[in-house]
């Protein structure tokens, strides 16, 4: 595996290090989990559809894309609130 230099502000930085010792790990296995499990618009949205694809076949559930959308919504919203409170 070759390695490949970043470039960040050196606030970015800082703050990579201070959550990887906080996790007891390294900025590069911080930046290396963080690649590996945040997905690509393209993979949420094949995800999407497969995830519509199993309600709709085991549950007979049709979920439209405007009830996606709304959930995406509300998720986001209560998510916000949350790190908020933790803040």
Same mark, same amino acid.
């Given at each position: 595996m070759s390695d490949a230099m970043i470039r960040v502000p050196a606030e970015v930085r800082d703050r990579l290090a201070a959550i990887a010792e906080s996790r007891g790990t390294s900025i590069r296995s911080l930046v290396q989990e963080f690649? /590996? %499990?945040?997905l690509t618009e393209e993979e949420r949205r094949e995800r999407a559809e497969r995830t519509r694809a199993y309600l709709a076949e085991h549950f007979g559930v049709e979920v439209t894309d405007e /009830? %996606?959308?709304a959930m995406g919504r509300r998720l986001r919203?209560?998510?916000?609130?949350?790190?908020g409170a933790t803040a």
């Open positions: 690649a /590996e %499990s945040t /009830e %996606s959308a919203e209560t998510y916000a609130r949350q790190q």
